[in-house]
């Protein structure tokens, strides 16, 4: 596995090495500390996993999250300072498959890329219980309750399990039905949730507390 690390301080870039070791025997990494570092870098097809940081030198914003998803097709997690739940629900809605706090222990850390290299999408236990933006009250709440009551128990169970990045095969297996029945439910869900895939899939579910009880992943 190539994993490009994406970030400007070189002290935090050699410690995720040594993190990654306990992810998977014989990574390779490539480095950049600035944007133009990893756009240019010219074997993009070889690149697994990219890690940013969200506040790189050059850009602004999710500037350097939008450039990375148009030139690669690779999982970009942002790894960052960041916790605002804003912040991190915006960048898996600009396209990041996770969302690390740099204040995360080790252990969260590979249990998150774990998540992400399984599929999965990754957030914060604080951001999944954040109240802030609550869809507890009012119009956010009556539509909640609406998506709600258009999915069955089984599709939530689909659902619920596609987040924690399992795929299909296991999810039937640990459900006891027919893989192309999962299919049938994600694509349901998908319809009810107005998305296209899981990534969307999961945004949705966090911004309206759908699966806040259920979505943890272990971490």
């Known amino acids: ?15 995720l090495r040594l993190l990654l070791s306990n992810l998977q025997k014989g990574i390779l990494f490539e480095e950049a500390c600035h944007c133009d570092g990893v756009l240019n870098f010219e074997n993009k097809d070889d690149i697994d996993l990219i890690l940013l940081d969200l506040y790189i030198p050059g850009t602004t914003g999710f500037e350097a999250l939008n450039k990375i998803k ?3 097709h690779c999982s970009v997690v942002v790894l ?16 990041a498959a996770g969302f690390i706090p740099k204040s995360s222990s080790p252990e969260v850390l590979i249990a998150a890329l774990q998540l992400v290299l399984a599929n999965g999408v990754y957030l914060p236990p604080h951001v999944l219980s954040d109240k802030s933006e609550s869809s507890d009250s009012g119009e ?3 539509f909640r309750d609406t998506i709600l009551n258009q999915l069955s128990k089984r599709q939530l169970d689909v ?11 296991i999810i039937a297996r640990e459900l006891h039905i027919a893989e192309g029945t999962v299919k049938a439910h994600l694509s349901a869900c998908y319809r009810v949730l107005e998305v296209d895939n899981r990534t969307e899939a999961v945004y949705a579910t966090v ?3 759908l699966l806040s009880d259920t979505y943890r992943a272990g971490v």
């Open 159 to 169: 659902l619920t399990k596609a987040s924690q990045g399992k795929s299909n095969k």
């Open 140 to 142: 956010s709440g009556r």
């Open 80 to 95: 960052s300072s960041e916790d605002n739940p804003r912040i991190i629900r915006d960048s898996i809605a600009q396209g």
């Open 70 to 72: 148009e030139h690669y």
């Open 1 to 15: 596995m190539r994993v490009f690390l994406v970030d400007d301080h070189q002290l935090f870039r050699s410690g």
């Open 207 to 209: 911004s309206m507390g």
